[in-house]
């Protein structure tokens, strides 16, 4: 796998734009990919950042959520962590959802468009 992906690095051009200069700003700015969903919440309102500082401190915090006695085996999506598994999926779920509408539906100016 390691040694495929080497040999796609060598003979596959990487998709970089141009080098960056002010005469040419794109329009719209977008940051890189995985972080176009702060991009996306902020540009509804700059208060909403702190809506992402939460979600950084909760993720931090998983390990410790689930209040359960020590696993004798492992397994997917316990019944007594109901909760933080539903938590945990529907954040991710939000992200890649706005990751999405801020790579694909966005136009200039930032304004919301179909691009067909």
Not at 68 to 76: C, G, K, L, R
């Amino acid at each position: 796998m390691c040694l495929t992906l080497l040999v796609l690095a060598v003979f596959v051009p990487a998709p970089l734009q141009e080098e960056a200069s002010l005469a040419h700003v794109p329009n719209p700015v977008k940051s890189a990919w995985f972080l176009l969903w702060i991009q996306e919440i902020v540009s509804y309102s700059k208060y909403l950042i702190n809506l992402v500082l939460i979600g950084a401190v909760c993720a931090l915090l998983l390990p410790w959520l689930p209040r359960m006695q020590p696993a004798h085996s492992a397994e997917w999506l316990p019944r007594d962590q109901r909760w933080t598994n539903f938590l945990t999926i529907a954040a991710f779920g939000v992200i890649v959802a706005l990751t999405i509408l801020a790579m694909f539906f966005r136009c200039e100016n930032w304004a919301l468009c179909i691009p067909f």
